[in-house]
Nanobody
Framework: QVQLVESGGGLVQPGGSLRLWCAAS????????MGWYRQAPGKQRELVAT???????HYADSVKGRFTVSRDNAKNTVYLQMNSLKTEDTAVYYC???????????????WGQGTQVTVSS
């Protein structure tokens, strides 16, 4: 099994910055894409940003130019640098990884428990 643990959420004023990170641990054979999703109250979970093992990135239009996703493959860790935060960025942010626990296992989606990000004055 692969476990994902997020850190770095909190309360920040509009225009401020936060950095999230998510570390994968457990039985890990390989990790493909990693990324971040978020879910605001009353809304569906939505993609924020993803990054492949090779470093190719994809962002939701709403965060382009403000958020930066990166990863450290040696540490099985993905980061999300969030700048120029807006009140509409308030949500629970979830880490996601496509991973194989061992050579014979299927590629499986794993999720973290979520970390709250609140943007408010």
């Amino acid at each position: 099994q692969v476990q994902l643990v997020e850190s770095g959420g909190g309360l920040v004023q509009p225009g401020g910055s936060l950095r999230l990170w998510c570390a994968a641990s457990g039985s890990i054979f390989s990790i493909n894409a990693m990324g971040w999703y978020r879910q605001a109250p009353g809304k569906q979970r939505e993609l924020v940003a993803t990054i492949t093992f090779g470093g190719s990135t994809h962002y939701a239009d709403s965060v382009k130019g403000r958020f930066t996703v990166s990863r450290d493959n040696a540490k099985n860790t993905v980061y999300l640098q969030m700048n120029s935060l807006k009140t509409e960025d308030t949500a629970v942010y979830y880490c996601n990884a496509g991973a194989r626990a061992n050579p014979g296992s299927w590629l499986t989606d794993y999720w973290g428990q979520g970390t709250q990000v609140t943007v408010s004055s």
